[in-house]
């Protein structure tokens, strides 16, 4: 022990920080594992690069990033991604919210309560679009049914319709995803310190008031950070959209930016078009933390 310390010591006299040995397989498992696919599709990206090597591989500088600006299925696919982005996640974190305020007592079976809501969560991705793909089928499905039975008919089904079979996706995406919400403004929500509550209560603060005054400002970077996890998530969704609708109905009708960038890099083989627009999705990601970030910043300094 003391032998290894004594090395420790000599390391950083040499300028060598002892720490590092302990962060240096970190730093490179990091590296393998998330920087080079990201420098690789970015390299690519400036290439023809058809998925059969056929000798037609060859340097094209920006033409692919070009070629988006033309392709009006790449607009589509983004202004249907973003479009998902702003409905599903402000209601999943409504949803989210509401429910955590009310589990923020304690009552008879509110630890089971709690359990069971995180059932959605954990399902896997596939499994939930197989689920809700079976449930809207005319005929024998369950929403379908029940839907029915209320004097709304679809004999082509739900998803045969381009605007619906949009809808339930983000209302699929909506199920599935609030609770995630749910556990980490829970979470914030505990965290709270509890003589503010009280001294807004002998004040005669009722519930709202203390809500919109002390909880939600409170609770603002808990929110923030909810929103860029779902935001980062919701720009990378993919198996349930796929086995629900493969993009259709109509050809493009679901047709998300991430199942676009499969169309074309496994369907076409047109590795390094995707590759471009991968590295367009990485810089919008990379915006929409900024923007969170910086915003939450700013107003933590007024």
Known sequence: MRNRSETLRRDSRKGVPSYLYFVLPAIILVGIILLFPIIYSMVISFFNWPQVDSGN???MWGKNYLDLINDHEFWHSLFLQLGFIFIAIPIELVIGFLVALLFNREFPISGVL???LLLPVFTL???SGLTWRLMLQPG?????YLLSLVGFDFPQGILSDKNLAYSAVIVQDIWRMWPFMFV???AGLVGLPK?????????GAGFFRKT???TIPMLRPTITTAILLRIIDALRIFSEVFVMTNGGPGGNGTM???LYIHKQAFEFGKLGYASSMAVILIVVSVLFAFSLVRKNMDIDTM
């Open 140 to 144: 024998y499905g369950a929403i379908t």
């Open 212 to 214: 919109f005054t002390i």
């Open 256 to 258: 998300l930016y991430s």
């Open 114 to 116: 709690r359990t069971l």
């Open 125 to 127: 991705p596939v499994l």
């Open 57 to 59: 591989r060859f340097f």
């Open 195 to 203: 003589d503010i509550m009280e001294a807004a209560e002998l004040d």
């Open 184 to 186: 980490i403004l829970y």
